[in-house]
T-cell receptor
Framework: EPEVTQTPSHQVTQMGQEVILRCVPISNHLYFYWYRQILGQKVEFLVSFYNNEISEKSEIFDDQFSVERPDGSNFTLKIRSTKLEDSAMYFC???????????FGQGTRLTVV | GDSVTQMEGPVTLSEEAFLTINCTYTATGYPSLFWYVQYPGEGLQLLLKATKADDKGSNKGFEATYRKETTSFHLEKGSVQVSDSAVYFCALYKAAGNKLTFGGGTRVLVKP
C-alpha cells in the first residue's frame, strides 16, 4: 500500500538553529499538507500546498516557516531560528483530490533544546 | 470559525465493553467528517469517514453516523479489544478551506 514517508523520525536541534523536515508524499497525489501536534494537545493545521504554491496557511505558519517542493517528489518544511515552543510532532499529509482521502506520514518529532 | 469538540479522555474500558466517543462540530456549509486513529508511537490513520448527512462510516467494527440535526459524529464500537487502545481524533473537512480541522483527541485504554 502506498504511504507517506517522513524523515527523520526524530530531530533534536538547538534553539535558534534551522531545521528542514522532509516528506515524500504518495506519488500521484497533488495536495500536500503539514500539521503539528504539541505533546498532549490537538493536531493543528499549518499549511496546504497545491500546484507549487501555498493554498492555505494558519496563523501559526508565520515568516519563520516555509515549504517547498524542490524536486517533484519531496515536500519539505523549513523552520528558521527554532524556538523551544516549536517542539512538537510534525505530520505531513497528501491527497489526490482535496483532503477527502488524506494519508498521513508517521511524523517527525522535533525537540528544540 | 470551524471547530470540533470531543469528549475528554482518557476512557478506560475492559475488553468486550461498548465504546462511545462523542464528537460535535461547528461549521457552516456541508463539511465531510472523519475519525482518525493514532496508535502508540505511530502516525494518524484514517479510520472512517462520512461525506453527507445521514451517511454512516464504518471500519474495523467502528461506526459513526453523520447527524446534521445535532451536528454530531459519535464513534461507536460494540466490543473493544486491547488492540483498540489508541488516541481517536474527530475531524471535519471543507473544500473551501482545504484543510482538516481536528478535535482534541480522546485517549482510549482497553484493559484485558
Amino acid at each position: 500500500e502506498p504511504e507517506v514517508t517522513q524523515t527523520p523520525s526524530h530531530q533534536v536541534t538547538q534553539m535558534g538553529q534551522e531545521v528542514i523536515l522532509r516528506c515524500v508524499p504518495i506519488s500521484n497525489h497533488l495536495y500536500f499538507y503539514w500539521y503539528r501536534q504539541i505533546l498532549g494537545q490537538k493536531v493543528e493545521f499549518l499549511v496546504s500546498f497545491y500546484n507549487n504554491e501555498i493554498s492555505e496557511k494558519s496563523e501559526i505558519f508565520d515568516d519563520q516557516f516555509s515549504v517547498e517542493r524542490p524536486d517533484g517528489s519531496n515536500f519539505t518544511l523549513k523552520i528558521r531560528s527554532t524556538k523551544l515552543e516549536d517542539s512538537a510532532m510534525y505530520f505531513c499529509a497528501s491527497s489526490g483530490g482535496g483532503l477527502t482521502e488524506a494519508f498521513f506520514g508517521q511524523g517527525t518529532r522535533l525537540t528544540v533544546v | 470559525g470551524d471547530s470540533v469538540t470531543q469528549m475528554e479522555g482518557p476512557v478506560t474500558l475492559s475488553e468486550e465493553a461498548f465504546l462511545t466517543i462523542n464528537c460535535t462540530y461547528t461549521a457552516t456549509g456541508y463539511p465531510s467528517l472523519f475519525w482518525y486513529v493514532q496508535y502508540p508511537g505511530e502516525g494518524l490513520q484514517l479510520l472512517l469517514k462520512a461525506t453527507k448527512a445521514d451517511d454512516k462510516g464504518s471500519n474495523k467494527g467502528f461506526e459513526a453516523t453523520y447527524r446534521k440535526e445535532t451536528t454530531s459524529f459519535h464513534l461507536e464500537k460494540g466490543s473493544v479489544q486491547v488492540s483498540d487502545s489508541a488516541v481517536y481524533f474527530c475531524a471535519l473537512y471543507k473544500a473551501a478551506g482545504n484543510k482538516l480541522t481536528f478535535g482534541g483527541g480522546t485517549r482510549v485504554l482497553v484493559k484485558p
